[in-house]
């Protein structure tokens, strides 16, 4: 089985400064792995997904993540927050079971609400 | 163009009611989902289905029952509507089960009086 935890569910940086976001995941095979984004009222919204390709996964708005196997890690980057970062973040592992074999199911992690002050 | 679509956005009910929210996706795929999103914002999936096949069905009571009339569209029902039920619920789509990106709707407010 598979499972996400987001360290820290509240993160509060200032217009300009650098994003971190944390996420480490626990999987008994290769993950794949998601960063989704949910402002205010709204879906869900895919930033970016790590399929086993580059280990440096470059995604929407300027966001980035990196995955490292050694720490079980998928953390989320931005070099410079802006205002519109401002929302609720999510780190998400694709189910699969001990074969391999897919079933679709994307499990959360608790989320991070990101607020950036002027 | 709304490629995952929701109805209806909000839903305000009694308890013990009956109820239905509708999905429908143009994006052609053939993977639909519903997952709910609690008061704390945790999500958590409820049902897949994969060219109208269950093929996930996590420990939800058997009052919530989706049906799947085509590949385009997943509807959740509801029956004897519970004060637990009050959530956000969100239909989402995909092409295949594994690497590919899940697109969500809007989601439905439900809240059971």
């Known amino acids: 089985a598979q499972s996400v935890t987001q360290l820290g ?8 400064a650098l994003v971190l976001l944390r996420c ?6 290769p993950p794949y792995l998601f960063w989704y984004v949910q402002y205010p009222n709204q879906g869900l919204q895919l930033l970016l997904k790590y399929t086993s390709a580059a280990t440096l ?11 490292k196997k050694s720490e079980t890690s998928f953390h989320l980057t931005k070099p410079s927050a802006h205002m519109s970062d401002a929302a ?9 079971n001990a074969g391999g074999t897919s079933y679709g199911k994307l499990t959360f992690g608790q989320g991070t609400i990101l607020t950036v002050h002027p | ?18 109820k239905s929210i509708k999905c429908e996706q143009n994006l052609g795929h053939d993977t639909m989902y519903w997952y709910k999103q609690d008061s704390k914002k945790f999500l958590k999936i409820m049902f897949s289905y994969n060219n109208k096949e269950l093929i996930i069905n996590e420990t ?14 997943l509807n959740l029902h509801i029956n004897s509507l519970e004060l637990g039920d ?11 089960l594994e690497r590919d990106t899940q697109y969500f709707g809007p989601g439905t407010r ?3 009086l």
């Open chain 2, 110 to 112: 439900l809240t059971v």
């Open chain 2, 1 to 18: 163009d709304t490629a995952v679509s929701q109805t209806p956005k909000y839903l305000v009910t009694q308890m013990g009611n009956d």
């Open chain 2, 86 to 96: 009050s959530a956000v619920y969100f239909c989402a789509s995909s092409q295949g």
């Open chain 1, 88 to 96: 609720e973040y999510f780190c998400a592992v694709s189910g699969r």
């Open chain 1, 9 to 16: 569910s509240h993160v509060s940086v200032s217009e300009g």
């Open chain 2, 60 to 73: 939800v009571p058997n009052r919530f029952s989706p049906k799947s009339p085509d590949k385009a569209h």
């Open chain 1, 24 to 29: 480490n995941y626990s999987s008994s095979v």
């Open chain 1, 57 to 67: 996964v470059k995604g929407i708005n300027g966001f980035e993540a990196e995955f």
